[in-house]
């Protein structure tokens, strides 16, 4: 046999991922832009659901008020992710609704203040006004440190062995909602994610008129027909003596979004009434933010490589931080129920489609604001069982996560400082918001109980969340740990020139503000 040359089994790093059909900055044909929008916009569908499903009935709401605030959170992610592309990163990315925010909004639900109302829907509107109130004040936090520069100051502590961790973890930190989800109705969702798997990727080169229609369009294909079988099983009575959580994952009809829902029904700032202040849980609430902008941080690396843009520089990123505080400012003004991060699954899926065009997202945007205003057809897409997203989240998660691992070909990966960052921050960060977790779910209160009700969700929600811990970890043994001379094995002259706004000449291209609004706004 031959000797096999180093060249030929070496793959030279690449800034930008090749294989794109169409890039941040280059939009498909309408009719699939459209398309392609709506696949977006039905993805956002789960978590706009989901965390409703699991909030409002702990604050007392009946279906009708569950209808409303999923309506209302729809409709300001529309107006957030429009935002975004516009005047923030500019990146292709959704602004939907964060789970990082659940732990402060529960302590805020379980106030005695709160818990003592006796009617359910006065004390579900009460609950509504105190979480607007701390999510409107804990929103300067994201504000502030966008618009001052601060957190792009910051970033410059960044290197691509200290990120590659948190992005990894941004997706292998969600497992939970991957097959342990499937699992409460594998009779729907390994079909869902055995199709998914199928189409677009061992599929991917069918083409309809030189369109690879599989690869594009699967998400879209795969619900409806899985969706379809659900019914078929559902109303076949399939679930009839199942129980009640295999009936709530696998029905298509346990979810009463419909009949719960008006025809139209526009949400308006303050709908809800006047919000509540209070300082304890205006803190508590910081704490979310602050992870809100450490997993949209990580999202941001993720969606400017599967969008094949430069990485974003400090002054985009704080740009886009500063604008996702307005989208959290939003929340509390309408009441959404939870704050604003960056949708994980929606970066997934410009990777699975490979399409990161800004329009499709914009498009999905209008989608979402469309039918948030028309609920019974809202709804009705709304009712699609969680299990059938959970089966796409195993495939969209685990990819965004090996985009993060991507990030270590720019790094030496033969020395044992940047091995020892890796593994110990992949997996305290993995480790330790599973602690946390299993504690929770044993003594139903977190790890951190004190008499400080706003120091402890501070702690239950910072440890809670992989990203967070694998970037306390990794940024601090990266800049701590053998830093003399350790600049080329970081990565670091590879990263250095996408710093700032002229360090590269593609910044312009893919970063710069519509209308020509970089004449008022320059780059600092």
Known sequence: ??????????????????????????????????????QHYILALGTAVMIPAVLVPM????????????????????????????????????????????????????????????????????????IQGALIVSSSIQIILGYSQLWGIFSRFFSPVGMAPVVALLGFGLFERGFPVVGRCVEVGLPMLILFVVLSQYLKN???????ILERFSLFICIALVWAYAQILTSGGAYKHSSEVTQISCRTDRANLISSAPW??????????????????????VSAVLVSLIESTASYKAAARLASATPPPAHILSRGIGWQGIGILLDGLFGTGTGSTVSVENVGLLGSTRIGSRRVIQISAGFMIFFSMLGKFGALFASIPFTIFAAVYCVLFGLVAAVGLSFLQFTNMNSMRNLFIVGVSIFLGL?????????????????AHTKAGWFNDYINTIFSSPPTVGMIVAVFLDNTLEVKNAAKDRGMPWWVPFRSFKGDSRNEEFYSLPFNLNRFFPPS
């Not at 294989?19 to 392609?36: Q, V």
């Open 1 to 38: 046999m031959a000797e096999v040359k180093p060249e030929e089994i070496s793959h030279p790093p690449m800034e930008q991922l090749q294989g794109f059909e169409y890039c941040i900055d280059s939009n498909p044909p309408w009719g699939e832009a459209i398309i392609l929008g709506f």
């Open 59 to 130: 604050m007392g709401g009946d279906d009708g008020d569950r209808v409303r605030v999923v309506q209302t959170l729809l409709f300001v992610t529309g107006i957030n992710t429009l935002l975004q592309s516009l005047f923030g990163t500019r990146l292709p990315t959704v602004i939907g609704g964060s789970y990082a925010f659940v732990i402060p909004i529960i302590a805020i639900i379980q106030d005695p203040s709160l818990a003592a109302i006796a009617d359910g829907h006065e004390r579900f509107l009460q609950s509504m006004r105190a």
């Open 206 to 212: 069918v083409q309809i008129k030189d369109i690879p």
């Open 264 to 285: 139209i029904k526009i949400p308006y700032p303050l709908q809800w009434g006047a919000p509540t202040f209070s300082a304890g849980q205006s803190f508590g609430m």
């Open 431 to 447: 480790s330790v918001p599973e602690y946390f977790f299993r504690y929770t779910m044993a003594s139903q209160r977190g790890p």
